[in-house]
Every structure is written in C-alpha cells, then in structure tokens.
C-alpha cells in the first residue's frame, strides 16, 4: 500500500469497518475484463478466519464464471463526507472513506450451511429475531447461496482532522 499512513493494519479494526459497509462488490474472472457485481453480504469472523456468504438466483453469469474459477477479489467500503478547503487535496477538495479489498474462494455452501449463511446476511443488517427474521423454508432449497473464504484482505482509510 503507497499511503501507509491510511493503512488499517489491525486484524479487529478491519472487521469493524467490514461489519460498518452495506454493499461488497466481487470481482470474477471473465474472458477479457473482471465482471464485477455489487452484493449484499454477511459476514462470519471465528479464530481469525473470515467469510462472506452471499444469496441470490441460482443461474446468471457470476454462476458461469463462478463454475470456471472460484478465486475472486472484492472490496467494500463506508463513504464518509465530502471535505473542501485550502490543504485537503490536490483540489482542495477530498472524501473521507474507509475500505477493506482482498482476495478469496468463492464456493457453494451445502444444504445444512444455507440457513446459518442467511442468517450472518440478515445480522449483518441488523435484522433481529422478531423483525420479520424468517425463512420459508420451502424456499431456501431454491437459493443458490455462496460463501467466500477470505484469503487475505487490506483495509485503509482517509480521515481529514479539521
């Protein structure tokens, strides 16, 4: 990373933003150009291991691709405000950020990991117990649901001090 002064280099303060960000877009290998899709995540961190898990249609291109290679990039971030003045950028103008972009396997979860999948998708939402938390169980089946297995990961951020 060329700005280490931005770098986030602690493992629980990477978590934090990635448990702060909505949308995470993952890069697939396609024949000319990555294909990149925006997604709604959840997140699962144990023994510093970390998983994304993803949930949608069980056919389109991400499915194409994905069936030809399951190594991915991603990158998620928090937009922050927009700050103008003399001596915050090179046009005196600037955006605080955090992000976090790495690289992983993406792989297809088993019938029994799909409802644990949903659910980290859901809280990373903050959806609760009793917010209209609930499957249709008959539906699920029908899901494709994904899990990417972070191989490694950088966060950085920019905050201007006023």
């Known amino acids: 990373m060329r700005r280490k002064d931005r770098e986030i280099t602690e493992f629980a303060r990477i978590i ?21 899709v925006p997604l709604n995540f959840g997140l699962r961190e144990e023994n510093g291991r970390v998983e994304l898990y993803f949930h949608g249609a069980v056919t389109g291109h991400k499915h194409d691709l994905l069936q030809k290679n399951g190594h991915v990039a991603f990158s998620m ?15 005196e103008s600037t955006m605080e950020f955090e992000s976090v972009c790495g690289t992983g396997v993406m792989e297809y979860v088993s019938e029994e990991e799909k409802i644990p999948a949903l659910r980290a998708i859901l809280e990373q939402y903050h959806v609760e117990e009793g917010d209209s938390y609930h499957f249709h169980e008959e539906i699920v089946p029908s899901l494709a649901v994904l899990k990417l297995s972070v191989l490694s990961m950088t966060g950085k951020r920019r905050v201007v001090t006023r």
């Open 77 to 91: 971030e928090v937009a922050g405000d927009i700050v103008t003045g003399p001596q915050v950028g090179a046009c």
């Open 16 to 36: 934090e933003v990635m448990r702060r960000c909505r949308v995470c877009h993952v890069a697939f290998f396609d024949e000319e150009y990555p294909y990149v």
